[in-house]
């Protein structure tokens, strides 16, 4: 059993900067590829950003050089940062940790509003 946590989305001025935290409890977070996951009102949930327990990263086309997922597994958590925010960037985010055969951890997600 994995619960996670997001915290750190609010509403931000296109241009913006913010900082999503995905703090985990109940297993060890370093063992599992964790991704940042939005949906916007309406849409499909779509993968954002994604790390590996070796710290690989692949991030979406839409938000390469903006947004840098990291972990520090001291912590046991996993942040987004995310710079030079668009209106396009509003959503509610999603942390989910890959669980292989036991499938995906959610949490409850944050929203993220990027509006003048």
């Known amino acids: 059993q994995v619960q996670l946590v997001e915290s750190g989305g609010g509403l931000v001025q296109p241009g913006g900067s913010l900082r999503l935290s995905c703090a985990a409890s109940?297993?060890?977070?370093?063992?599992?590829?964790v991704g940042w996951y939005r949906q916007a009102a309406g849409k499909q949930r779509n993968l954002v950003a994604a790390?590996?327990?070796?710290?690989?990263?692949n991030y979406a086309d839409s938000v390469k050089g903006r947004f840098t997922i990291s972990r520090d597994n001291a912590k046991n958590t996993v942040y987004l940062q995310m710079n030079s925010l668009k209106p396009e960037d509003t959503a509610v985010y999603y942390c989910g940790a890959d669980l292989g055969i036991r499938g995906r951890a959610w949490g409850q997600g944050t929203q993220v509003t990027v509006s003048s």
């Open positions: 109940g297993s060890i977070f370093s063992s599992y590829a």
């Open positions: 790390i590996t327990p070796g710290r690989t990263t």
